[in-house]
DNA sequence: CGGAATCCTCTACGATACTG
DNA sequence: CAGTATCGTAGAGGATTCCG
């Protein structure tokens, strides 16, 4: 018979899934850091993210445009541009991303130091 | 021309992905959880995890004892029973996994929000 | 310039059954 | 009890080419 149900626990696990869901997988923080770096049309991106293709860009553009991170402008110019921008929202990713280089770092740490031990 | 290459922030990407590593993927939590509440034996962690099967639940245990999160050891009895046991190190997580629920709660209704308003 | 179309591979995860 | 073995599927991501 299980101790506790993981059940009640939906509360904690719902929402970091939600959280993991907008930063995770090969490419999603890569683009962020791209864009907050300056980057802002589609090449100028695809540019600074070495590897990536275009297919794959314009996914992870899209993904983030619906989750509010970024925002993608059409300019009035000709041949038409589009400039891609951080919402006011990703700004809040700033904290969660420090917090999960700080623990990759100790971790990383951690894990030496068992190596080396053994 | 990219403004600026990504390159340099490899001591933040890296870092990052280590962390993420460790707890993306959809049962890694849900096991630290169910150990966390109490579950031990293998069994039992099975039975608090609904729908998780024993090969994925094998994989996931040796995943977080190869990353010193989870300790395992056999307990001396007939038949032989096994015990699993977060580390030091795994309560470290505490803090990320708060931070990253608290976030994830503020994105959904960020998101409900912009729903309402379109 | 900013993509879309097509085809492909590889890994996470799942179902079911079996074993020391 | 604590796993293995086998088979199968879906989706992430990749390579290449083409388009308005």
Redesign the interface.
């Known amino acids: ?7 009640e ?1 939906a509360d ?9 869901d ?3 997988g090969k490419w999603k ?2 683009v962020i ?2 864009i907050a ?3 802002q049309r589609f090449t ?2 695809e ?4 590897g990536i293709t275009p297919k794959v860009l314009n996914k992870e553009l899209k993904d983030l445009e619906q ?2 991170l970024i925002k993608r402008q059409v300019l009035d110019t000709y041949p038409v541009m589009i400039s891609y921008q951080l919402t006011r ?1 990703a700004k ?2 700033d ?3 420090h ?10 740490n ?2 030496k130091k ?1 190596y080396q031990q053994t």
């Open positions: 018979m299980p101790k506790i149900q993981c059940s626990c904690t696990l719902l929402p970091v899934r939600d959280a993991l907008v930063i995770s923080l890569q850091i791209a770096a300056g980057n100028e991106i540019r600074s993210i070495p989750h509010y929202h809040t990713l904290a969660v991303i917090m999960l280089r700080d623990w990759g770092k100790q971790h990383r951690h894990i068992q």
